[in-house]
């Protein structure tokens, strides 16, 4: 069975910094490539980045360019999201996704979220 | 960047009856699109992909149709269980992937 558990949210004041955690189980997690998708509180569903299975390539949201930085450790099968000088913009419930089987990149798998708050 | 239009953001309906939802692309995407279901404080499940293909273990009340810039989520006999928001999302463009605002099924 496919898990994705994510950690390291909390609450931080803007300009700061914080790096999420996703463990990933179940799966060759080094097969696959890997996203976290954010949805900020009462809103939509926001794609923030992804990572190419070996880590060759990543990709961001324009939003979050220069600031997020997302990586990976096959060895340790997880998926990670340098988050610095956060905006309150940024406050959103954080999901890790897995690329799905079929050809192109959406998302079979979700872990249960963690929320970041960024807030004076 | 693909914009994706969803319609309509919210649709009052009633158990058994027949819905649909639109998503417009802004360009063409091919057939790279899936369709997500949402309850309130959990992770959105994945329900078809490639704009027809149904994940394995959704129910097959739920279809998709479409191409190029149309497409539709079908759910052909509402059940209690499917009173959620419904998102889109396009990845004819992996680099920057893109999703509809939602569409909020309620009961009627």
């Known amino acids: 069975e496919v898990q994705l558990v994510e950690s390291g949210g909390g609450w931080v004041q803007p300009g700061e910094s914080l790096r999420l955690s996703c463990a990933a189980s179940g799966f060759t997690f080094s097969s696959y490539w890997m996203n976290w998708v954010r949805q900020a509180p009462g809103k939509g569903l926001e794609w923030v980045a992804n990572i190419k299975y070996d880590g060759g390539e990543e990709y961001y949201v324009d939003s979050v360019k220069g600031r997020f930085t997302i990586f990976r450790d096959n060895a340790k099968n997880s998926l990670y999201l340098q988050m610095n000088s956060l905006r309150v913009e940024d406050t959103a419930v954080y999901y890790c996704?897995?690329?799905?089987?079929?050809?192109?990149?959406?998302?079979?798998?979700w872990g249960q979220g963690i929320l970041v708050t960024v807030s004076s | 960047d693909i914009q994706m239009t969803q319609s309509p953001s919210t649709l009052s309906a009633s158990v058994g009856d027949r819905v649909t939802i639109t998503c417009r692309a802004s360009?063409?995407?091919?057939?790279?699109l899936a369709w997500y279901q949402q309850k309130p404080g959990k992770a959105p499940n994945l329900l078809i992909y490639k704009a027809s293909n149904l994940e394995s273990g959704v129910p097959s009340r739920f279809s998709g149709s479409g191409s190029g810039t149309e497409f539709t989520l079908t759910i052909s006999s509402l059940q209690p269980d499917d009173f959620a928001t419904y998102y889109c999302q396009q990845y004819n463009n992996y680099r920057a992937l893109t999703f509809g605002e939602g569409t909020k099924v309620e009961i009627k």
């Open positions: 996704a897995r690329d799905g089987v079929d050809a192109g990149v959406y998302f079979d798998s």
């Open positions: 360009q063409s995407i091919s057939s790279w």
